[in-house]
């Protein structure tokens, strides 16, 4: 077959023929916060693109903003495009934002348009996404992530035997409490949280950046006595020497990466030596097809990469790869998609299965009666 009749068959596929957003706003249980931030609700920006009697469904947290985006720049781009193409869309996307501002919402929006692609294409083939991408496991580890600075010690006792009794024994907590200015409140939570979960269980903690780069070396040091083997985001992400003098100090493993908005973001952070392990948010980073980027830049400088949040968007993906070390069960984005949507997996054991059941993508679709109470566009 010669080139030209070669490129006729690949572009001979489906025709996306209808895109669709909405915002959702969900308050949550309890008020939230964590080292420089607090909140009352979260926002997700649903995308579904359809084709050949086909819907793809993907998601995106942040700002409603997102779905002005999709919208206004990005709908005319995929509507009318081969929906197995779904490389060549997110570079139009990628592209066409360039002006408005990519970092941020606007490549949040176009991971939102990407995973549902992906999620199309896998229906039209009759696949889960994990067979279409390719297997490289069965099961995905996921750790328990919550334990907000707002909790008070019952509320965060309750939460962490909550995982305990589902067989997760990887827990995460939140410290650097007011920006690393309540050191003491911080220990006594960790001192908790080894209490909770005994001592066979792996301990980790995220200081979102609320802490200064000695002051994060302290305070690891005295985590270590407590068990600590995961340190997030001790000092701003954006600090990558910051990054690399914590690492070099502390016995705990560094991560971070969550606030990656394209590619060379996640090369500069992997090969700068600052981080153990890269964590990549599908949501944010431009969906499927830069999060499998992300991991292979990992790979290739021998670091594992772990889903950050939006754990039933990261499960197909993180099992394609071999590096993945975890996922995220975070809390609130858990309760959120169990309420919105059919599908989710069940963590019993400390692991999930994407796929296993036969269903095609990522196995998610919108719950429409549940999800209208809380639309805002």
Excluded at 39 to 49: I, Y
Excluded at 97 to 102: H, L, M
Excluded at 332 to 343: A, K, N, Q
Aim: charged share 20%; with cysteine; aromatic share 6%.
């Amino acid at each position: 077959m010669n080139r030209a009749a070669a490129s006729a068959v690949v572009r001979d596929g489906p025709v996306v023929e209808r895109l669709s957003v909405s915002a959702y706003r969900v308050p949550t249980d309890l008020p939230g916060g964590d080292a420089t931030l607090t909140w009352d609700a979260t926002t997700l920006v649903v995308t579904e693109v359809t084709a050949a009697g086909r819907t793809g469904t993907g998601w995106t947290y942040g700002s409603a903003a997102a779905a002005q985006v999709v919208a206004d720049e990005l709908a005319g781009l995929v509507v009318g495009f081969d929906a197995f193409d779904v490389p060549a869309a997110n570079d139009r996307m990628s592209r066409a934002v360039r002006n408005t501002g990519r970092p941020g919402v606007a490549a949040g929006a176009v991971s939102a348009v990407d995973t549902a692609l992906w999620d199309l294409k896998a229906h039209l083939l009759g696949l889960p996404l994990v067979r279409l991408l390719g297997a490289a496991r069965d099961e995905v580890a996921v750790y328990g992530s919550g334990g907000l600075t707002t909790y008070d010690d019952d509320r965060l006792e309750e939460q962490l035997r909550g995982w305990a009794e589902q067989g997760i024994d990887r827990v995460k907590i939140k410290v650097g409490e007011s920006w690393g200015s309540r050191e003491a409140r911080d220990l006594h939570r960790v001192r908790l949280a080894r209490q909770t979960v005994g001592d066979g269980a792996e301990l980790y903690v995220d200081a979102n950046g609320g802490y200064t780069r000695k002051q994060a070396v302290r305070m690891a040091s005295a985590m270590a006595d407590l068990g600590v083997v995961w340190l997030e985001e001790p000092v701003s992400s954006d600090d990558l020497a910051g990054l690399r003098e914590v690492r070099d100090a502390v016995t705990a493993d560094v991560a971070a990466g969550e606030y990656g908005y394209d590619l060379p973001y996640f090369a500069r952070m992997a090969a700068s030596g600052a981080v153990d392990c890269l964590q990549a948010d599908v949501t944010r980073c431009g969906g499927v097809t830069v999060w499998l980027r992300a991991a292979a830049v990992a790979e290739g400088l021998g670091l594992h990469i772990s889903g950050h949040c939006a754990p039933h968007l990261h499960a197909h993906v993180a099992a394609a790869v071999p590096n993945t070390r975890h996922l995220e069960w975070f809390h609130d984005h858990v309760r959120i998609e169990t309420m919105l949507f059919h599908g989710t997996l069940d963590p019993e054991g400390g692991t999930v299965t994407p796929g296993a059941g036969g269903e095609p993508g990522h196995g998610l679709t919108l719950d429409r009666t549940a999800a209208e109470r809380y639309r805002t566009t």
